[in-house]
């Protein structure tokens, strides 16, 4: 063998060294990268476990609750639950809230499709004690039901012409920064009917109690705040014992106010490690007990 031949084999040698040498990696890789994604597949499906756990630890709180007390207080409450699931070292951190201390923005349109006039000016107070624009409740109206001909056309897509399913469509309606002072105080949720605003008052923020009427101000508010911390309302004609209602006001309330939560939202969050798993969902008290209206987890 001439010494350009000798050459030649050896390229080749080390041509083919290299090529192994690139499977080889290439394999281990692979094979690293199937066990990791293995891995934290099944670590995914402990947490959505345990996240389901403390939503069914939650449903079965409030179902004890619900038939121990005449009434809902606090409005929103957040607990860690250990040991949910044998031998699973994560925690689970599950948070009640109620959604009947909301006002319900399904309740600016009626079933027949007619403009439901208390709401509307309910929701317009709302706006006014955010500092927001009032024309968003009549793009909330009309997002509902195109039909309500307020010649208003402000919307840049088509509305859906129906009951909101959830209150992540204000974002489709309203600018960023409205949106961020709305969704914690709104629900799509009413007690009873979807289209129903009773408001639970010993849950209710202080703004969503002034929303409740014309003469409702932030004093009395303050009132119904400062009484329910002390003793919650076990009834709604517990409401004239705040001074400010033993009179017209007091009256006026009646029908639209309520003492316990007919719906709950529950989020139960379930980590470990660099994982992380949320379920949301949405419950509804009837006669069988809670039923889930809206579920989503992440």
């Not at 630890?57 to 009434?71: G, P, V």
């Not at 408001?199 to 202080?206: C, E, F, M, P, V």
Request: glycine residues 6%; aromatic residues 8%.
């Amino acid at each position: 063998m001439n010494r350009s031949q000798g050459g030649m084999a050896l390229v080749i040698v080390l041509m083919v060294m290299a090529i192994i040498t690139a499977m080889v990696v290439e394999f281990a890789s692979a094979t690293y990268t199937a066990n990791a994604s293995l891995y934290n597949w099944r670590d995914a499906q402990g947490l959505s476990l345990a996240a389901r756990s403390g939503i069914n630890l939650a449903i079965k709180m409030a179902s004890d609750n619900y038939e121990s007390y005449s009434y809902t207080y606090p409005g929103t409450v957040s607990v860690p639950l250990p040991n949910v699931l044998e031998n699973f070292e994560g925690n689970v951190i599950v948070k009640v809230e109620d959604e009947n201390a909301k006002f319900n923005l399904n309740s600016l349109v009626l079933p027949n499709g007619t403009l439901n006039s208390a709401a509307y000016e309910s929701f317009k107070r709302l706006l006014a004690q955010l500092e927001l624009d009032g024309q968003i409740a009549d793009e909330v109206a009309d997002w509902i039901n195109r039909n309500r001909k307020t010649g208003l056309d402000t919307l840049k897509i088509s509305a859906t012409n129906a009951y909101m399913n959830s209150v992540d469509e204000l974002w489709l309606i309203a600018d960023s920064n409205a949106c961020e002072k709305l969704v914690p105080l709104v629900t799509v949720y009413g007690a009873r009917a979807v289209y129903a605003n009773i408001i639970n008052i010993n849950t209710a923020s202080a703004p969503v109690l002034m929303a409740l009427d014309d003469t409702m101000t932030s004093v009395l508010a303050e009132r119904i705040v400062n009484y329910r911390s002390v003793e919650p309302f076990q009834k709604t004609s517990d409401i004239v014992k705040v001074a400010g209602f033993e009179g017209q006001l007091g009256q006026s309330l009646m029908g639209k106010i309520a003492v316990k939560a007919s719906r709950l939202r529950i989020t139960s969050e379930a980590s470990q490690d660099r994982l992380k798993r949320i379920i949301e969902c949405v419950v509804e008290h009837s006669a069988g007990g809670f039923t889930v209206r809206y579920w989503q987890e992440t």
